[in-house]
């Protein structure tokens, strides 16, 4: 079993580092590996071309592109952002925006385990995990929550780690993740298949 960690800080080591990192530390007791990676500052937004119609993925081949083979490999996702205006960093909703839109295996994501995790100086956090988990449950992604809101405070990883209540609600995420990957191994290992999803049906509010 393997998670993805996601990170879409700037700063690739600060804070919202940290808090992952304390994740991935449980995760790693509990036998599952773990696959990162780190958003680019410079990502570019959706153009709306609508060319990953095809199937082919996004026609910017860039970073979203590196990413599709990462999510083919796990069994869930925790996104990290630090927060800007109360909301994700811009370069992360660009990301997945285009992620989410474009993935050619977007239906394999459906019943995987996924979590965010919202790193601020003081507020924000927890519209900024709303935002990201709206990507999770669009695609049928289970979230895992913890025993708080998942966000450790701080100015950087060394102030994150000084959050005693924020660190332990990154453990405590850390094993209910680890519950659930190891619930939906199980079922699958004694037979138990996942809930049959529908064709779609593709409509709007005109006609």
Same mark, same amino acid.
């Given at each position: 079993?393997?998670?993805?960690?996601?990170?879409? !800080?700037?700063?690739?080591?600060?804070?919202?580092?940290?808090?992952?990192?304390?994740?991935?530390?449980?995760?790693?007791?509990?036998?599952?590996?773990?696959?990162?990676?780190?958003?680019?500052?410079?990502?570019?937004?959706?153009?709306?071309?609508?060319?990953?119609?095809?199937?082919?993925?996004?026609?910017?081949? *860039?970073?979203?592109?590196?990413?599709?083979?990462?999510?083919?490999?796990?069994?869930?996702?925790?996104?990290?952002?630090?927060?800007?205006?109360?909301?994700?960093?811009?370069?992360?909703?660009?990301?997945?925006?285009?992620?989410?839109?474009?993935?050619?295996?977007?239906? !394999?994501?459906?019943?995987?385990?996924?979590?965010?995790?919202?790193? !601020?100086?003081?507020?924000?956090?927890?519209?900024?995990?709303?935002?990201?988990?709206?990507?999770? !449950?669009?695609?049928?992604?289970?979230?895992?929550?913890?025993?708080?809101?998942?966000?450790?405070?701080?100015?950087?990883?060394? *102030?994150?780690?000084?959050?005693?209540?924020?660190?332990?609600?990154?453990?405590?995420?850390?094993?209910?993740?680890?519950?659930?990957?190891?619930?939906?191994?199980?079922?699958?290992?004694?037979?138990?298949?996942?809930?049959?999803?529908?064709?779609?049906?593709?409509?709007?509010?005109?006609?």
């Amino acid at each position: 079993m393997k998670v993805l960690f996601i990170n879409g !800080s700037p700063h690739k080591k600060g804070t919202t580092y940290r808090a992952l990192c304390e994740v991935e530390k449980i995760l790693k007791e509990e036998g599952i590996d773990s696959l990162w990676y780190n958003v680019p500052a410079d990502t570019p937004a959706c153009m709306a071309c609508n060319y990953c119609g095809n199937g082919e993925g996004c026609i910017k081949k *860039d970073q979203v592109n590196e990413v599709y083979p990462l999510l083919d490999e796990v069994d869930g996702l925790i996104v990290g952002t630090p927060v800007h205006y109360a909301g994700p960093s811009g370069s992360l909703l660009s990301f997945l925006d285009r992620l989410f839109y474009s993935y050619p295996n977007k239906m !394999s994501l459906n019943m995987k385990a996924a979590a965010t995790v919202a790193c !601020s100086r003081r507020a924000g956090n927890i519209t900024a995990n709303d935002v990201i988990m709206k990507f999770f !449950s669009i695609s049928g992604m289970n979230v895992i929550t913890s025993t708080y809101w998942n966000d450790p405070h701080g100015f950087s990883g060394e *102030d994150a780690e000084k959050d005693e209540e924020g660190m332990q609600t990154m453990r405590n995420l850390g094993r209910n993740m680890a519950y659930y990957l190891k619930m939906r191994k199980l079922a699958k290992e004694n037979g138990l298949k996942q809930p049959k999803i529908e064709k779609e049906v593709y409509t709007h509010f005109i006609r």
